[in-house]
């Protein structure tokens, strides 16, 4: 990330804490009472005692009314704990909570409240700033969230600036709010900041709207704007009604129009978009219907509770804490989608399952009244068995972590074309074969119809690469890769960018060393028809102006030596089979010249192709070994054996001459030459005595069938 992303992000980061210091102050500044109440199965509030020796003595009584004192009180009743009236399925409860607490906020300004208890007992209690002390541990993490969530968003706006991205940061703001609404509503205590619960229904509903709404768009973009913009109205339109009060019950309006824009962020997730197909956009569609599903089940649970006022409140704070988490727990999954910085998904995914623990604990107590030791050890251990799963099927699975990194992908490139430059040929098979390691299919098949370019096919099950194109009187040749990783993972357009890339450069390595042999090819014509024409012209010339017929025998060979050197100088392509006929002719002529006898024994691969060195390097070792048997060891008789078995190649020359005991030998220009060129082509030569009479010379070449 370039360094003006790394401020914008700071800043961001700055203003997002600034943002939260605030509404912690505010909290920590509102009066309260410190004092805990739970719901009876009646409807009653009962008082379970509080910070205070006076609150402490007030366990277990009834709270009937609340007042500023010498002010007419106000009723309460369960309604009073009810806060998230954005979760309450009654108009007139909602109205009942908010009055209550209106009033309530009223008598907490003037520093002491009245409250009017069962019996007729009244007790006046100081009203007091509870600081950050009543700020609970449900709230700490929440308000972690909210700060993480629009974070994560700009980091992938900042890395891939889109409108999808822009989407992003606004269905994660949107949730951010609500996170905090939800944080500050999970206070201890009675009292909350005036105007907080009256904002809840409309601001709430405005930012789970503008979530769904948001999640509609960035899956319709590029194809129906028009419908993009139908949606925004929709939601706009249904927001003011039941903010103004036009429909009503507001409750069944507002989660059908949740539930109306959730229905079609599904449909237009699993619409296959026009051009190349995105598995990311199955996995978000999947996602989607996980956000849609929990908040059925939210629902559910809150209507099951709406005739029970003893589980009313604690049951619509348990599925708001638990929808809210549930969404940023997804969201907190979208970087993975992203393919932003590792680090980040990995706190990503921590926090999402920190998320899923809270809510999980929360669900348990408050719906199922499990102890609260036994509720947190279940979440955390269910927890740990998400992130686990999760983990793997995220990191491994869906985006391939395994993938070879760059460093190791240029490693196995580079190994491809030195392969390829030695063996043009094999192209088509060393490109499958980098593939293969590449993205480690389970299944490698030719594919029937040639793409221009790689493409993804059935949701990334498969990868069609196109190896060759049609033209050159050749047919096209595509490989079909299904199920990457082993099958553990999809395939997403950017494999099928590296693909293309990969099968790019191959063709220019190849392209490329075809240039270059040709222009050594034109080299070697050119020299071989210089020396032709000129060298050979001069000793041509001395040939018949020889003063004795030795020295006319000396030239007639030194010219058959220069046509054989200039014929295989001007040959583009040597193989071993003819080769092995002309160097047979050749030590034929020179052994016939010397009236000496030639045994030869040829098993190779005649088709196999020689390069310029392997041919010249073999060319000159056969003629100096055989010189040197002719010349300096006398022979009557020399024996050459040329076998190949698989990749190694082995040349012995034994001659019947006076030579013994090489070890003794001075290695002059001759043996010096012959080890030269044998460790050029990547052997061993060795000289011994050949039983009584005459040397053994014995080259091999191990890898003579993979280069020299």
Known sequence: ????????????????????????????????????????????????????????????????????PGAPPVAVDADLLHRVPRWQTSDERRAATLAQQDALAAALAGGTVALHLEGGLVAEVPATPGGLARIGLLAWPLFAAALLLP?????????????????????????????????AGSVRGLGLPPGLLAFDMPARLALDAASAAAV???????????????????????????????????????????????????????????????????????LTLMALLTWLLANAVVMLSAGRPALAAATAAGASVAW???????????????RSRRLLRELALLAGIGCLAASLD??????????????????????LGVYAYARQRLLEHLLGMRLLTTDRIFELLYRAARDVQRRPERRLQRLAQLLRELFEPLEMSRNARVPAQAEVHDGGAALVVPLRAEGEGRTGLAVQLRLAG?????????????????????????????????????????LAQDLHDDI??????????????????????????????????????????????????????????????????????????????????????????????????????????????????????????????????????????????????????E?????????????????FGEDA
């Not at 980061?13 to 102050?25: E, I, Q, S």
């Not at 449909?267 to 978000?284: N, T």
């Not at 929360?362 to 927890?383: K, R």
């Open 536 to 685: 050979g012209a001069r000793l041509l010339t001395l040939m018949y102006q020889a003063p004795t017929p030795e020295l006319e025998d000396y030239i007639r060979h030194t010219l058959q030596d220069l046509k054989t050197l200039t014929r295989g100088l001007a040959v583009a392509e040597h193989r071993l089979g003819p080769a092995a006929v002309e160097w047979k002719s050749d030590l034929s002529r020179r052994l016939a010249a010397a009236r000496a006898e030639l045994e030869w024994r040829c098993d190779v691969d005649e088709a196999r192709v020689l390069t310029v060195v392997q041919w010249s390097a073999l060319t000159r070792v056969l003629r100096e070994l055989v010189t040197n048997s002719l010349y300096h060891g006398r022979a009557q008789r020399v024996a050459v054996s040329l076998e190949q078995a698989g990749n190694a190649l082995t040349l012995v020359v034994a001659d019947d001459g006076i030579g013994r005991d090489p070890a003794r030998w001075a290695h002059g220009l001759g043996m010096g030459g012959v080890r030269k060129r044998v460790k050029q082509l990547g052997g061993r030569v």
């Open 151 to 183: 974070l994560s968003g700009a980091v992938v706006l900042l890395s891939q600036p889109s409108l999808p991205s822009a989407l992003l940061v606004l269905l994660c703001t949107a949730q951010a709010l609500g996170l905090g609404m939800v944080a």
């Open 362 to 383: 929360l669900l348990f107590v408050a719906v199922f009244a499990v102890n609260a030791q036994a509720s947190m050890a279940v979440a955390v251990f269910v927890a």
């Open 324 to 338: 809210a988490l549930s969404v940023t727990t997804l969201l907190l999954l979208v970087p993975f989608l992203a």
């Open 1 to 68: 990330m370039a360094g003006w992303r790394r401020r914008v992000l700071l800043v961001l980061a700055v203003l997002a804490c600034v943002a939260g210091a605030a509404m912690l102050r505010l909290l920590a500044a509102t009066p309260m009472i410190d004092v805990a109440a739970t719901a009876t199965a009646d409807g009653r509030v009962l008082l379970d005692g509080g910070g205070t020796p006076q609150l402490q003595a007030l366990q277990g009584r009834v709270l009937r009314a609340v007042g500023a």
């Open 216 to 286: 509609v768009h960035a899956f319709l973009v590029g194809r129906h704007p028009a419908w993009a913009v139908a949606v925004w109205l929709c939601s706009a339109f249904g927001v003011a009604a039941v903010a103004l009060g036009t429909v009503s019950p507001a409750w069944p309006w507002a989660q059908g129009l949740c539930g109306l824009l959730g229905v079609l962020a599904l449909v237009a997730a699993w619409r296959p978009p026009a051009g190349a197909p995105d598995p990311r956009r199955r996995v978000a569609a999947r």
């Open 687 to 703: 000289w011994r005595e050949n039983g009584e009479r005459g040397i053994v010379c014995t080259l091999v070449i191990d890898r």
């Open 486 to 526: 082993r099958g553990q993972r999809l395939f997403m357009p950017e494999d099928a960018r590296l693909a293309d890339r990969v099968v790019e450069q191959l063709r220019r390595a190849v392209a490329y060393d075809r240039a270059v042999e040709r222009g050594r090819h034109e080299e070697r014509r050119r």
